[in-house]
């Protein structure tokens, strides 16, 4: 079993910046990537960041150029630096991974509970 906990989520004003946090735990193997997902009110989940183990990354263009997605292997983290915020950034921020059990090898895909990210004057 992994678990993800996320953190760093709050009330900003349009053009603050937050950072936010995931941390995963529990037994695994490796975590190939890792990335962040959002949903707001009345839409569907979609993707804002992804970032290999390779830090090879992958943003949403709604984000690219204002959001910043990184990861450190070693502490098994990865945030996500976001600037610049406008009000249809906020939403639950969900953190993602997908990686390798112990047990077996096996694959997994494990998500947080998330995180309220809230953007408004």
């Known amino acids: 079993q992994v678990q993800l906990v996320e953190s760093g989520g709050g009330l900003v004003q349009p053009g603050g910046s937050l950072r936010l946090s995931c941390a995963a735990s529990?037994?695994?193997?490796?975590?190939?990537?890792m990335g962040w997902y959002r949903q707001a009110p009345g839409k569907e989940r979609e993707l804002v960041a992804t970032?290999?183990?390779?830090?090879?990354?992958n943003y949403a263009d709604s984000v690219k150029g204002r959001f910043t997605i990184s990861r450190d292997n070693t502490k098994n983290t990865v945030y996500l630096q976001m600037d610049n915020l406008k009000p249809e950034d906020t939403a639950v921020y969900y953190c993602?991974?997908?990686?390798?059990?112990?047990?077996?090898?096996?694959?997994?895909?494990?998500w947080g509970q998330g995180t309220q990210v809230t953007v408004s004057s």
């Open positions: 970032v290999t183990r390779g830090q090879g990354t």
């Open positions: 993602n991974a997908q990686g390798i059990r112990t047990l077996a090898l096996s694959p997994f895909t494990s």
């Open positions: 529990g037994r695994f193997f490796s975590i190939a990537a």
